[in-house]
């Protein structure tokens, strides 16, 4: 099983970047997909979770209203279209994938984790 991260990079502050994690190996209909996020000398965040199955999204409070994760089941890759970007967003972006239905936001319940990408956002 295999998570594929793209998609970071520079942009400035009020920006969009568009994160995609494709998954290999394996469907994911009985999963959960999440990202993560890590921000130097700072512990690994939760941003936003997916139910596979249905298509059900959950987001961190910072994030709300500014960030949309979807799934295309055609392609097995997940998105994460990031709008109205700051500062405080720089970081690196982890995709996770998790057995069963339970949306959950704690990563060490996560069982697959892609390499990371960075985002970076300049003020």
């Known amino acids: 099983v295999q998570l594929q991260a793209s998609g970071g990079g520079l942009v400035q502050a009020g920006g969009s970047l568009r994160l995609s994690c494709a998954a290999s190996?394996?469907?994911?209909?009985?999963?959960?997909m999440g990202w993560f996020r890590q921000a130097p000398g700072k512990e690994r965040e939760f941003v936003a979770v997916?139910?596979?199955?249905?298509?059900?999204?959950y987001y961190e409070d910072s994030v709300k209203g500014r960030f949309t994760f979807s799934r295309d089941n055609a392609k097995n890759t997940v998105y994460l279209q990031m709008n109205s970007l700051k500062s405080e967003d720089t970081a690196v972006y982890y995709c996770?994938?998790?057995?069963?239905?339970?949306?959950?936001?704690?990563?060490?319940?996560?069982?697959?984790w892609g390499q990371g990408t960075q985002v970076t956002v300049s003020s």
């Open positions: 996770a994938a998790a057995r069963g239905r339970v949306m959950t936001t704690i990563y060490e319940q996560y069982d697959y």
């Open positions: 190996g394996r469907t994911f209909r009985g999963y959960v």
């Open positions: 997916i139910r596979w199955s249905d298509g059900t999204t």
